[in-house]
């Protein structure tokens, strides 16, 4: 059973940095694409950023691009999104994600979210 845990949210100001954590569990990870969504209130949930976990290739929104990075630390099968230069545009609930059809492609396994908050 995939198991997906995020970590790490809460409330800064504009301008602070975040890391946000996702444990994965469950299964070989390898072959995965996993991704990072949020979902402000009251909008539709976005695509932020993806990494193969395999290779550690990586894809961004444009929206977060040169902000935002994601990472992924085999050893504790745990990607990271770290984001930087926040702005209050970024408050949303952020989702981890896995799937095996491509960084943008569909992701079949989902976390609960972990709220990130800016404040202006």
């Known amino acids: 059973q995939v198991q997906l845990v995020e970590s790490g949210g809460g409330l800064v100001q504009a301008g602070d940095s975040l890391r946000l954590s996702c444990a994965a569990s469950?299964?070989?990870?390898?072959?995965?694409?996993m991704g990072w969504f949020r979902q402000a209130p009251g909008k539709e949930r976005e695509f932020v950023a993806a990494i193969y976990w395999n290779v550690g290739s990586t894809y961004y929104a444009d929206s977060v691009k040169g902000r935002f990075t994601m990472s992924r630390d085999n050893a504790k099968n745990t990607v990271y999104l770290q984001m930087s230069s926040l702005k209050p545009e970024d408050t949303a609930v952020y989702y981890c994600?896995?799937?095996?059809?491509?960084?943008?492609?569909?992701?079949?396994?989902w976390g609960q979210g972990t709220q990130v908050t800016v404040s202006s």
């Open positions: 469950g299964r070989t990870f390898s072959r995965y694409f």
């Open positions: 994600a896995a799937g095996l059809y491509g960084l943008t492609g569909r992701y079949d396994f």
